[in-house]
T-cell receptor, first 110, second 117 residues
Framework: QKEVEQDPGPLSVPEGAIVSLNCTYSNSAFQYFMWYRQYSRKGPELLMY????GNKEDGRFTAQVDKSSKYISLFIRDSQPSDSATYLCAMSAYGNKLVFGAGTILRVKS | GAVVSQHPSWVICKSGTSVKIECRSLDFQATTMFWYRQFPKQSLMLMAT?????????EQGVEKDKFLINHASLTLSTLTVTSAHPEDSSFYIC?????????????FGDGTRLSIL
């Protein structure tokens, strides 16, 4: 079993839809949770960073962490074609290396 | 803020040559930088952790003599792929974390696409 599980997709949605992306994990030591967006042939771009459990909102993006269930989510409201990319969840215990999910390919159709 | 620059973005070279990739933190100092490798349609694989002024820490299975890492300053780390062969062709990405003390997430460069003929 992988430490971090993420459905690779692809996930196809119409423009304007609410997108829900999620990851599950097995290591209870993880405290720091990140979502990165990666366009083709580019490096990952940090979207959201959350410490421990709770919600965090930034514009159209909302990140949720439920440590009791070992489950994290990223919601994208009013999705746009420019949101089409691969979304990587990543997590870390303090001072330790990042552990990535496999990445979910998102396609937003206009 | 927290910009990481990587150079070159794309390099093609003949088998047997060595290739150097630079990673710079442009607006912050980074005592630690990370080097990843990414295969098509796969997630990032950590190769090594680069520490300023000391030896890099390599992940299991990564050849130290093949992938030389130098972190000479707080804003620059280099990865040299020595005697490169076609199987070394890949997408190499570096990252760095700004700040010290409190945890800061890693910020990534735009990657270097390496093609060995």
């Amino acid at each position: 079993q992988k430490e971090v599980e993420q459905d690779p997709g692809p996930l196809s949605v119409p423009e304007g839809a609410i997108v829900s992306l999620n990851c599950t994990y097995s290591n209870s030591a993880f405290q720091y949770f990140m979502w990165y967006r990666q366009y083709s042939r580019k490096g990952p771009e940090l979207l959201m960073y959350t410490y421990s459990s709770g919600n965090k909102e930034d514009g159209r993006f909302t990140a949720q962490v439920d440590k009791s269930s070992k489950y994290i989510s990223l919601f994208i409201r009013d999705s746009q074609p420019s949101d089409s990319a691969t979304y990587l969840c990543a997590m870390s215990a303090y001072g330790n290396k990042l552990v990535f999910g496999a990445g979910t390919i998102l396609r937003v159709k206009s | 803020g927290a910009v990481v620059s990587q150079h070159p973005s794309w390099v093609i070279c003949k088998s047997g040559t060595s290739v150097k990739i630079e990673c710079r933190s442009l607006d912050f100092q980074a005592t630690t930088m990370f080097w990843y490798r990414q295969f098509p349609k796969q997630s990032l694989m950590l190769m090594a952790t680069s520490n300023e002024g000391s030896k890099a820490t390599y992940e299991q299975g990564v050849e130290k003599d093949k992938f030389l890492i130098n972190h000479a300053s707080l804003t620059l780390s280099t990865l040299t792929v020595t005697s490169a062969h076609p199987e070394d062709s890949s997408f190499y990405i570096c990252s760095a974390s700004p700040g010290q003390g409190a945890y800061q997430p890693q910020h990534f460069g735009d990657g270097t696409r390496l093609s060995i003929l």
